[in-house]
């Protein structure tokens, strides 16, 4: 062959290998398939008729992320209990409810005084906080006995945490470094293979850890709300499961709820290719109307409300740059502009949610609830005493 040809032949295949390579170290292979699935059968088609979007930020809420110390930690803890009402305070969804947060607070880095200033930010009706938990080489055993633990003292000492019908505490989780399952190809930051059924019998209601795009330990289910039995002796049994509301729930399942993972032609790389839409909000990553519409587009519904448009985002809002993303001017402008869309289009409307009352209202979805968004917030799980809900007449203190 002519040596001026195969030379840019030989780059360009190059190219294309390290291209594969990367792609299948970041779990690219894994959830693109589905992706173009569910875009062939229309699934990434916004559905017709009016949309309730259900909008829930989960916080992977790290106040020591980056080594900070005690002092660093606090300041940023309390930054947020003090300016969060300040600036949302005055903000209300198409329910008259404020924005709404759920903190995700990791139990291995525990701190009472941490979790007080939350709960003081979440009794005045702007949020609730859940389960979060960075762990490596574990048992699960182990992680059981943790688990229960963290989950009375959230419920015990704070006053937090949702509650079953008989009173028992549950709890929302999400898994640090992505790592749900034992997820991750070299099995490190978990190594419980039975996960899910160590979150469901210690009390768990639903997990939130999805999507983990960019990460290998993203799962081939994406854009679903879905349930997951767990194989004790096989990582990764969330990468499949049955959608809530197309069947019966499976026995010995937990409920999953995804965010969306989607790839945006809008905000393109390069002006060329898309940019991976994975939900995450940060320095660089806004909230917008724009990503708005590629929230609604990956289709995260529950067959009995298609109405019902479930987004789920996820951020790390205790460091200082996603900080400033998440408690300034961006943000504001994203939920005026918000009050801006329903102003103008009848047939939308939002509803700022916390991660217990997505469930609760993906089980009414589940259940063929033919009311309102407000009146389902507390569908299954109340929320925890004194922290008031979504629910009509429920009062908030800004």
Not at 28 to 48: F, K, M, N, T
Not at 262 to 274: E, F, I, M, T, Y
Not at 286 to 295: E, N, P
Not at 345 to 367: G, I, K, M, S, V
Request: charged letters at 25%; one cysteine or more.
């Amino acid at each position: 062959m002519n040596p001026a040809i195969a030379l840019p032949l030989a780059g360009f295949a190059a190219s294309i290998a390290l291209a594969a390579r990367s792609a299948h170290r970041r779990g690219v292979d894994r959830w693109l398939p589905s992706y173009a699935i569910r875009s062939a059968l229309g699934r990434h088609r916004p559905s017709p008729g009016p949309t309730r979007l259900l909008l829930c930020i989960a916080d992977h809420f790290e106040p020591n992320a980056g080594g900070a110390g005690r002092a660093l930690a606090s300041e940023r803890v309390d930054d947020w209990v003090d300016r969060y009402p300040r600036l949302f305070g005055s903000i209300r969804d198409s329910d008259g409810r404020p924005p709404r947060h759920t903190f995700f607070y990791p139990m291995e880095t525990y701190d009472p005084s941490h979790i007080d200033a939350l709960a003081s930010l979440c009794r005045r009706g702007f949020g609730e906080v859940e389960v979060h938990l960075h762990h490596d080489c574990d048992t699960s055993a182990n992680l059981r006995s943790r688990l229960v633990e963290y989950r009375e003292t959230l419920a015990g000492r704070h006053g937090l945490l949702a509650r079953r019908g008989d009173g028992r505490a549950a709890y929302g989780f999400i898994h640090g470094n992505w790592a749900l399952d034992n997820s991750r190809p070299d099995g490190r930051w978990c190594g419980v293979v039975d996960e899910l059924d160590a979150l469901r019998e210690t009390g768990c209601y639903a997990d939130f850890t999805l999507p983990s795009a960019p990460s290998p330990t993203q799962t081939r289910k994406i854009n679903s709300i879905y349930y997951a039995v767990d194989d004790p002796v096989r990582p990764r049994s969330h990468d499949s499961g049955t959608d809530v509301g197309d069947g019966p729930q499976p026995d010995r399942s937990l409920m999953l709820i995804q965010g969306p993972l989607a790839l945006s032609w809008q905000r393109r790389k390069w002006g060329v290719l898309p940019r991976l839409e994975n939900g995450c909000l940060q320095a660089g990553q806004a909230a917008s109307i724009d990503r708005l519409h590629d929230w609604l587009k990956a289709g995260v519904r529950v067959r009995g409300r298609p109405d019902w448009a479930f987004v789920k985002l996820h951020t790390h809002g205790a460091p200082e740059a996603n900080r400033r993303a998440l408690l300034g001017e961006g943000m504001t402008r994203f939920h005026r502009d918000l009050a801006a869309l329903a102003e103008a289009d009848p047939d939308f409307t939002y509803h700022y949610a916390t991660a217990r009352e997505l469930y609760n209202l993906a089980r009414a979805a589940e259940a063929g609830w033919d009311g309102t968004v407000a009146e389902a917030r507390d569908f299954e799980l109340a929320g925890p005493p004194g922290i008031p809900s979504g629910r009509p007449g429920a009062s908030v203190r800004v």
